[in-house]
Structures are given as C-alpha cells and as structure tokens.
C-alpha cells in the first residue's frame, strides 16, 4: 500500500513519536522514509539589512542536518532513509515535496516547536492536511497528551 513515506521533522524531541508510527508503517509496507527539514527562511525577512543573513542561513541548515541526521540514527536497520535539507515555507515545500516523489503518505505529528509561532503562523500539520495530495497521517506528539496515553495517530484526507 504504502512505498515511500515523507516524514517532515522540526528536530524537536516530540516528532520522535511521529518517526515511530512512519518507522512501524515503513516496516509493514516495505517502505522507505524521506525525512525533510524545512527552513522557513520567510520567517527572518524583516531582520535588518546589516544582519549576516549567511550566518543565520548556515545555523538554520546545520540545525536542519542535525534533526534529519537524528531521523537516520533512530532509524530500524531495515528502513530505507533518505533525508534532505530544503528552504521555504514549510507546508509549501513538504506538499510540493511529496508529488514529484511519488510519496504514497506525509506522516507528521500535530505540531513540534510550536507556541507563539505556531499562533502567528498558523499549523503547518493543517496546512499541509488542507493542500495535500496524499493521505495525511497526524500523530498528536504534545507532551501530556503522550503521557496520559491518549495518543492516537489520525488518517486525514482532504
């Protein structure tokens, strides 16, 4: 059913609970996962013109490396993982990202660095349901919700 499964991760320790859904999926459907990292480099437009927007742009595409690289070393043995480093707008870029791939399902967790960006920006999770091609596994990733066991992956379509 399922061959290639796009993984989205901000780096946060709470998509871990995202990565273990599309990894138990990847195994039962002898899948591959291609995990991306987004930087929303929109997000630092205003910053004035004197900022060294490179060394802003490297920090954000180390820390990118850094959370795709975390995806592979929690990888099982026998998944495929290929990862990737992409600049955009998040929800843009991971639905623009799954069709040319052939990307069969987008699993993501309901949010990972959220907080006041998540109020200002809007859900990238609900961006990307709304817009995408493919199926939509969500997997609620907050904290309390995982602790009190309440954590149900959910199949959105649109």
């Not at 910053?47 to 802003?56: D, K, Q, R, S, V």
């Not at 595409?61 to 992409?86: F, H, I, K, S, Y």
């Not at 699993?107 to 817009?131: A, C, K, N």
Request: proline share 4%; net charge negative; hydrophobic share 40%.
């Amino acid at each position: 059913m399922y061959d290639r499964i796009l993984v989205p991760t901000d780096g946060s320790s709470e998509v871990e609970r995202a990565l273990e859904y599309a990894f138990d999926l990847a195994r039962a459907h002898d899948a591959s996962i291609r995990a991306i990292y987004v930087v929303n480099a929109a997000g630092y437009g205003g910053l004035p013109m004197e900022t060294a927007w490179e060394g802003i742009s490297d920090a954000l595409r180390e820390e990118g490396r850094a959370a795709v690289d975390r995806v592979e070393e929690l990888a099982p043995d026998d998944v495929t993982v290929e990862t990737a480093v992409l600049e955009g707008s998040p929800s843009r870029v991971i639905v623009e990202e799954a069709t040319p791939l052939e990307c069969d399902l987008v699993v993501m967790g309901t949010h990972g660095r959220g907080g006041i960006d998540r109020l200002l920006l809007g859900s990238v999770t609900e961006r990307v349901v709304r817009s995408a091609a493919v199926p939509v596994l969500t997997v609620n990733v907050d904290r309390r919700t995982v602790e009190e066991g309440t954590d149900q992956p959910q199949v959105a379509v649109e």
